[in-house]
């Protein structure tokens, strides 16, 4: 255990990238911690990193080089080995904003990861400077002030083809899966820590690899996820799904689409999972058609739509 | 009744004018509808007329004039009326901002009044439309994001004396009240609705006349409370009493010191009043030292500071 | 203005009286005042009256008489001589436990309503007296805790007629209304006071009289509604539709079928009416068709279930 | 890392067992699962093994055995190798009920401590069944309704000699210290998560040792925490501290004292740490004077006080 220390930080491509800048500035609140070329490092204020998101101006949408941060620099050898001995490496480079050497691999389904140790914690200037010294940066409140990059879910043709990968090679624990009536499986949650989920994989409805299916800000409280929905409702930011609540992995959810095309979801709450031999929920394909936790039918375009759009 | 519809707007002087509208635009979320020379006119997203506080910069802190919207035309003269016949009118003035003629007056404490029924309803500029219809403003979530003006707290040498002047001479109703063990009244809560406070008249430990405790502004759950505490304390507001429910109308609440020195309320919650004949409660000397609702025992400053200061 | 105060207390009819009952004690959380042959009377700890419910055993599901409150003793003179001048008028009765002389009419669409003054207000016995001197009962936190009755929506043939009849005789303002593009109405939300809605009227889908669309009882903040559908769902309560944000009103929701098939909601939220000559917002059917606040679809079951059912 | 996976369950020993029982069942809202004797075996909704709390029926207070399991059969024999190197084993037990072999200890302050691996996971009956699947037990919503065992704070005579047991011996991560101006440790805040604190060293200002400050019950929420204080203070529950936030660890609390005299903590938030590499946060005597989060000055009782008294 304890290979991997969190997931993080992600880039995403955006088609256009001044609206998107704005969406993740004015209404997720997040702060620019820095600019280079079509680049912009995107920080929440509870990040301890420098930055946890790369917004890249882009001809396309979807997500670009996911990051894993390793427990150690042993650790970091040892999953470079195992990677390697998996046959998805890709080799050393040199890391990114305040982030030392990473190993590029890909997951089987073939987006790009970077495994790294090495990173800079966030040093706020003064008008960021918060007054309490465990936390790293100041809390403005502006728009839904996304406190930090929380989960990421990406598509796959073969769910658990990558689950495996992620569980055997990268050292995630499973906490939730579904498992549909002919035996094939349509997502997986995994974590590194206690938090119900930091990386999921569901089924890519058009059989497509390396898509996007959403990046998850958190925010403390529910109400902040209402809140939120207040806010985008009035910005006319397209709300995918209304905040409810999840049946896997009991978080509340709010969905849209910021201006790219890319889904992003404002989340809190999630079950904790303290017991160290936790058995994996597995959901059936019946126990799905539910809806979420109170009841509330999935939208259909949560199953088909990933970026880059199909 | 309902001789009068609600309190408000109201005027506040400060002697460091630009910081004080910083602290309301920036920190309380509030809107600039209009500024005429030393005056800024500003709005909270929920504020139905177009502005809910004048700001003043001037030379000294408190309240100026405090506005009381009558119910209608004919509740208007009745009031001025009985004013008159009080002997505490002044004559009428030719309004403010978006305000038709209002009629001037004194408490017997000798805050300034005006009292008025024309008035213009907000009509929000494109950028600050909200979706839906049945909202004056847009929500933008900016800082606290407060969403209008809730109620004043005034100071009063004779607590009792403005009290029953304001049952019954302008209508109000007396929901709760502290009376001493000398006899004397230390506070009055009175409200035009079914809102448990709109005008509330503490004693004034200086014994001097017209000055100010408070100006509370609402937003809707305790969360917003809690979090307008973290975005004060990282932005160098000073707290004066940190959130907690009052004993007395149970209010949540949050106070702190806007840069002019005028102490101001974030506030939710509180009862409801549905009886027509509902008794009006009476707290004693010896309730009132068991604190706040939760035991919280009221800072000293809260029952001496008021502005402008002595 | 000010002629009624406000509405309740409500009977309700079941058809499984044993499980209704426990339904509004234990999930619910209210308290049992008194019990009267196939009636039992219920309060929540909010309410100032002994009842706010009366439950009865019957063979059939629905509404029976829906209380008013008059303002004075002088105000239900005026408002009995207004109905009975509108033909709708059938007596006085004795009035019910606790409440003194109520007059018996029926609206237009033939549901009982019953006018009245004089009530007894709560004496908790010592087990359920609260702490505060300004609360009714104590906070036992049972199930959902309910605070009181907040609002009833009552099913008619034609809307209008109804909501005219509550507007002209009985002395309703009215806040909110849907029309359709046939010019027909669709919905009309009425209030006594400044809170969003007391009295709602929408379509019945049937074309049937008489009907119950909804009773709705308050808790203070939106948690408490999502913590109700976690209380329901474990519960096996029905939930037609999950807790979030209504476009009319503003209302927070969370709608069930309690055992004996009535739909009951949990409310918190609703905008404040502060202006004496707010204008009626009109939504229109295309407007109706975005769904609730953030978007989320109406569950068909909604337009077109009542009790007692077709 | 990882050597240990969680803390508790945990003993505590009241000398009014009746009274202390109808506390954790009626107003904290944990679930009885079993009884021997003077102990009773209680449950909050959300723990996943049986029982997290053993109320002892005793002729004095304070806490029992802690205990920590193991993160795995080996990491529990390597911890059992490093505490009997430390000098502070005493051997092998039997268990507990739903609990496997269990080895013995001391910490230098001489609180008794059980470490194992094997328990047994719950297994609900009907009337307790959740609906999700993923949930331990139902949410009846009794009471506070405490989800489960959080975190224990324990007092010392030396602080810094107990930390660094933990941290060396155990295992535990240090992630708050307070560190007074004469060098001597005030406090110790450590975790085996990402979760801010799970057991806590405080310093005992008598001088005493074996006691216990306080155990920690979490609910998800904010809200949750207020709506406890609203039913401790109508049921008579002593409030020593008002809910509120803390400067360390971020925690919201609310504190008082059960009726056997043991202090208790309802609790949410707090920070999650991410970072492998966190620096210990070091809190100076002088930043402790500013008070809690939000400038809320700690009661005298707090740092006094603690079980068994004095």
Known sequence: MSEIAHLGPVEMFTPRGDESLAFFVDIMGMEIEAQKGPATYLRG???YQRWSLKLIASDTSGMG??????????????RVAAIEAAGLGEGWAGGDLGRGPSYRFRDPDGHRFELYYECERYDPPDHLR????????????????????????????????????????????????IELNDGSEAGAWMSASIAAHELIYTRDARGLTGRLHHLAFWVDTREECLRAADIWLDAGIEIEAA?????????????????????VEVTTGGRFVYAPD??????TEEERKKGQAWGVKTVESFHTYGTPPA
């Open 130 to 177: 918060p007054a309490l010294k465990n936390v790293p940066g100041r809390y403005t409140g502006r728009g839904c002030a996304i406190k930090r990059l929380d989960h990421v879910n990406i598509l796959a043709a073969d769910v658990r083809a990558n689950r495996e990968f992620c569980v055997d090679t990268l050292g995630y624990r499973l906490y939730e899966r």
């Open 278 to 283: 936790e058995p994996c929920v597995v959901w």
């Open 65 to 78: 080089v996911l990051g894993i941060r390793a427990w150690s620099p042993a650790a970091l050898e040892r």
């Open 243 to 263: 905040p409810s609540k999840h049946a896997i992995a009991q978080g509340f959810f709010l969905y849209g689409i910021e201006p790219g095309g890319n889904r």
């Open 45 to 47: 204020w509870g990040d």
